[in-house]
C-alpha cells in the first residue's frame, strides 16, 4: 500500500494550545472554512414572480427585500395590453447585510394572464426557464466551467387573486406547466381584501386543488429531528399555514407608536408585518432566512438534474442515430448532420 501525502496542513500551531486542543487534529475548522469561503465569494438567489398584472407582485418584492425594484416600470393601458406577449424582465441587485453580499435577481414576467385568451401565456416563461438550464449546461460542458453565472431560477412566487373560489384553470394550467422546472411556491395575494375565514376557505380549497390536480408546489423539507423545539414548532406552524396569504405596501404607517409598513383604510391600518394580519413574515423567514438554500439545493438537484439527464438521453439517442441511421415507418432513413439542440 502506497500513501501519498499530497497536502500539509496549514493550520498555524498555536503556542497557547491547552492539552486537549493538540489532541485534535483540526478538521474540525472545515465549517469554518467552507463559511469563509462563501462569505467571500457572495451568494446569489434567483426569484421568479408570476400572476396577473395588478397582484401586488412588485409592491411585494419590494417589500420584501426593502428596495425599490421597479422604480422604470411603464404601466400598459388596457388598450396597449390587449395584444401584449407575455415579457420577461429581470432586475438585479447587489444587498449586503453584516457582510454577506446577496445578488438577488427578480424575474418578472408582465402581461401573463392579461390577454383576452390566455392560452399558453406560460410558454415563454418555461421557455425563459428551460433556456437557463441550457445556458448552464453548456457552460458547465464547456472549457471554463471556473466562473460559470448561474441564472437558474430558484423559486417562483406566483400569485392567486383573492376573489375567486380556488384555482382558475389558467392557475392550474400554469402552475402543470412550471412545477417540474421551478420550485413553485403558490401565494393568496393582497390577502386584506378577505376577512380570516375567508382566507382559511380559500387556502382549504387551494390545497385540496392542488391535491387534486396533481400540482407539485415546492415541498418543504422536513424538520431534522435535532433542531430546537422552538424551530420545529415554526416548521410545523409554517407547513400549515399554506399557501400563505399576503399583503405588500410600500408605505411606512404610525401604528401602535410605531412606524411600519402597513396599509392605512378608514377603518384601520393593516400591518404587512402583524401575523395576525397575514403571513408575509412567514414568507420572508422563508424565503431568506430558512429556506433559500433548500430553494437552491432542490433546483441544482432535481430540476436541473432531471433537465441534464434528459439532454444526455437525446444526445445519445442523436449519437446512435448518426452511426445506426434506421428506416423510419415510411422506408426513409434520415441522417441529420447538424449538432443536436441541447
Ligand atoms: P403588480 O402589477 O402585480 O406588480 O401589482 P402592484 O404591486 O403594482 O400593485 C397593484 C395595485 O395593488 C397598487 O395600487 C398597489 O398599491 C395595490 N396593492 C399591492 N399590494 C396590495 C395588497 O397586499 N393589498 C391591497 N389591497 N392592495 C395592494
Not at 158 to 177: N, S, T
Amino acid at each position: 500500500m502506497t500513501t501519498n501525502i499530497r497536502y500539509k496542513s496549514r493550520i498555524p500551531i498555536k503556542s497557547d494550545e491547552t492539552p486537549e486542543e493538540k489532541q485534535y487534529v483540526g478538521f474540525a475548522t472545515l465549517p469554518n472554512q467552507v463559511h469563509r469561503k462563501s462569505v467571500k465569494k457572495g451568494f446569489d438567489f434567483t426569484l421568479m414572480v408570476a400572476g396577473e398584472s395588478g397582484m401586488g407582485k412588485s409592491t411585494l418584492v419590494n417589500s420584501l427585500f426593502l428596495t425599490d425594484l421597479y422604480k422604470d416600470r411603464k404601466l400598459l393601458n388596457a388598450e396597449e395590453r390587449i395584444n401584449q406577449t407575455v415579457e420577461i424582465i429581470k432586475h438585479t441587485v447587489d444587498i449586503e447585510e453584516k457582510g454577506v453580499k446577496l445578488k438577488l435577481t427578480i424575474v418578472d414576467t408582465p402581461g401573463f394572464g392579461d390577454a383576452v385568451n390566455n392560452n399558453e401565456c406560460w410558454k415563454p416563461i418555461t421557455d425563459y426557464i428551460d433556456q437557463q438550464f441550457e445556458q448552464y449546461f453548456r457552460d458547465e460542458s464547456g472549457l471554463n466551467r471556473k466562473n460559470i453565472q448561474d441564472n437558474r431560477v430558484h423559486c417562483c412566487l406566483y400569485f392567486i387573486p383573492p376573489f375567486g373560489h380556488g384555482l382558475r384553470p389558467v392557475d392550474v394550467e400554469f402552475m402543470k406547466a412550471l412545477h417540474e422546472k421551478v420550485n413553485v411556491v403558490p401565494l393568496i395575494a393582497k390577502a386584506d381584501c378577505l376577512t380570516p375565514n375567508e382566507i382559511k376557505k380559500l387556502k382549504d380549497r387551494v390545497r385540496e386543488e392542488i391535491e387534486r390536480f396533481g400540482i407539485k408546489v415546492y415541498q418543504f423539507p422536513e424538520c431534522d429531528s435535532d433542531e430546537d423545539e422552538e424551530f420545529k414548532q415554526l416548521d410545523k406552524e409554517l407547513k400549515e399555514c399554506c399557501p400563505l396569504a399576503v399583503i405588500g405596501s410600500n408605505t411606512v404607517v404610525e401604528a401602535r407608536g410605531q412606524r411600519v409598513r402597513g396599509r392605512l383604510y378608514p377603518w384601520g391600518i393593516v400591518e404587512v408585518e402583524n401575523q395576525s394580519h397575514c403571513d408575509f413574515v412567514k414568507l420572508r423567514n422563508m424565503l431568506i432566512r430558512s429556506h433559500m438554500h433548500d430553494l437552491k439545493d432542490v433546483t441544482c438537484d432535481v430540476h436541473y438534474e432531471n433537465y441534464r439527464a434528459q439532454c444526455i438521453q437525446d444526445m445519445t439517442r442523436y449519437v446512435r442515430l448518426c452511426r445506426d441511421p434506421r428506416k423510419d415507418k415510411n422506408g426513409i432513413t434520415t441522417r441529420t448532420l447538424s449538432l443536436p439542440p441541447l
